[in-house]
């Protein structure tokens, strides 16, 4: 990634069997390793195992860090289409 430098769009794989302290940790991680303007957890893993984890405590964690950062969160198989060209690059300019 030091070479890349940052993406725009991360969807980062979230699971519900752990502690949200840990998974909170572990997205500060992704977020710095990635430096994205929007986090997508993918986290959705009722299906399986009957847990369904919350995505505020992640984006609590990120949004303390980085304010800017854009945070998306969709329900099970809900199809996400994001225009960076809109959601990201105006906002920059702007």
């Not at 699971?15 to 390793?33: K, N």
Request: hydrophobic residues 35%; glycine residues 4%.
């Amino acid at each position: 990634m030091e070479r890349i430098g940052r993406v725009d769009v991360t969807l980062v794989a979230v699971s519900a069997s752990f502690l949200h302290t840990l998974t909170a940790q572990r997205a500060l991680e992704h977020m710095r390793a990635y430096k994205p303007d929007v986090y997508i957890p993918g986290h959705h893993d009722a299906p399986l195992n009957g847990l369904w984890r919350a995505t505020e405590p992640l984006f609590q964690a990120i949004k303390t860090e980085n304010p800017t950062i854009i945070t998306v969160s969709r329900s099970y198989r809900e199809p996400v289409c994001f225009d960076t060209e809109n959601n990201i690059q105006r906002r920059q300019r702007g």
